[in-house]
């Protein structure tokens, strides 16, 4: 049986607060892009108690996907952007969800986040992610953004870490390694990551900084 949102907030109050439980449940958190970094930030943001979740990716799941993605394989072939969202509202029923299966340009950039307090970078083209970066450090300049650059191979996970780039700038991963190496993006370096991402955006919101 599902709890109901008093029991839901109630537990999440237990948790870590009422302080935090308001700065969290009253943000709004878009994340760009939903493969093995952005499926993973956004689990770990709805069981946080993040109240409101922008998703945005244009792809479809595909059977490759699923050794690192938070699908389902019976999801083969839907939207991420709605696939995810209805696997979140099974894990965090209250999370309001915003699902959107359009491409990010540098034209709908603006629309498309503008009502985010923080945006998550979780593409994997190096175009992408800096089209993102660009656009938000220049046309979002009182936005935050956490952004990710190497978490592939066999490499010691020690090496994924988070580095403040400038005052709303983030920067987590090892910051060499490239999804193109002979193994590629393995589900405990890309989560690790990700988990970096989305304890960073807790990190912001509680008010605990970078130094």
Not at 26 to 51: D, H
Not at 56 to 84: C, M, P, S, W
Not at 143 to 149: P, T
Not at 176 to 195: E, T
Request: net charge neutral; glycine share 8%; proline share 2%.
């Amino acid at each position: 049986m599902i709890p109901s949102k008093k029991e839901w907030t109630d537990a999440l109050i237990t948790r870590h607060g009422s302080a935090l439980h308001k700065r969290f449940s009253s943000a709004t958190v878009a994340i760009c892009g939903l493969g093995g970094l952005g499926s993973n930030i956004a689990v770990a943001l709805a069981r946080a108690g993040i109240g409101r979740l922008i998703l945005i990716d244009f792809d479809r799941v595909d059977i490759t996907n699923l050794h690192r993605q938070q699908y389902k394989a019976d999801q083969i072939g839907r939207y991420k952007a709605e696939a995810l969202a209805e696997n979140l509202l099974e894990i965090a029923p209250y999370t309001e969800i915003k699902a959107v299966t359009e491409k990010i340009t540098g034209e709908n950039m603006v629309s498309l986040l503008k009502d985010a307090d923080i945006v998550c970078e979780a593409f994997d083209s190096a175009e992408a992610k800096a089209m993102l970066a660009n656009g938000v450090l220049e046309q979002l300049p009182d936005r935050y953004l956490v952004a990710a650059s190497g978490m592939a191979g066999m490499d010691t996970p020690n090496t994924i870490r988070t580095r403040k780039v400038t005052k709303r700038f983030y920067l987590c991963g090892d910051e060499v390694s490239d999804a193109a190496s002979a193994i590629g993006l393995l589900a405990p370096r890309v989560m690790l990551c990700a988990a970096h991402q989305a304890h960073t955006v807790l990190r912001i919101l509680a008010g605990e900084y970078e130094v």
